[in-house]
């Protein structure tokens, strides 16, 4: 397993030595492992922040209850109210965005490795289609790469990608036979999202 480095302890970057240079796989997983990692800690963080300003409404609120000023408490209630149900979606929203793209780009970049050390003449955008599924037909197709959607973990990282786009096209609402898989996720994803992502690539 690669060693890691931070500054201040909570932030992992990779150290290139654990990864060999020589290797497609290695080279892309070594550049989202930069990406991933100290987005994690983005994502750790901003649970902190929330679960703060939340308690910090709800303390408020029963300070001013103690003290009847029923207009400092109902302000700090709904506050809490808006903190909960909108400002934190919409928080999980940008996280979630912000994912998709970092994934997309790490299997573009495994598509340009391969496309480099292999001197394959066709590029990534020669391919028809789009985002991880024109990613994956490369490296199937092209690359002869086999088993990339085969992986256990494609499913989710699919489920991923489509509650992104119920976000961008349908503003957050999830379609109904996406429901089941998308509601676990978006439960689910601050726990499982980074590891299965990585699995991914490695």
Sequence with gaps: MPNYNSIEGNVLFPT????????????ALYLAHCD?????????NNKMAIDL????????AQEAREKDD?????????????????VDILTQYSLLLTMVSLLEEAVNT???IHKDLGQLTTELKDVKGAGLERAAKYLKDVVGISGFKADQSWEY??????CRNMVVHNGGRIKDDLKPNAINLILDIEKKTLS??????M
């Design 196 to 201: 299965y992502t990585l699995n991914m690539l």
């Design 16 to 27: 290139i030595d654990g990864y060999d240079m020589h290797k497609a796989g290695d080279m």
């Design 70 to 86: 029923f207009r400092t408490e109902s302000w700090a209630m709904t506050s809490e109210t808006l903190q909960t149900c909108r």
């Design 36 to 44: 991933f990692y100290p987005f994690k800690s983005v994502i750790d």
């Design 53 to 60: 300003a939340t308690k910090a409404y709800r303390d408020m």
């Design 110 to 112: 495994l598509c340009r």
């Design 157 to 162: 990282i699919t489920t991923i990608r489509d």
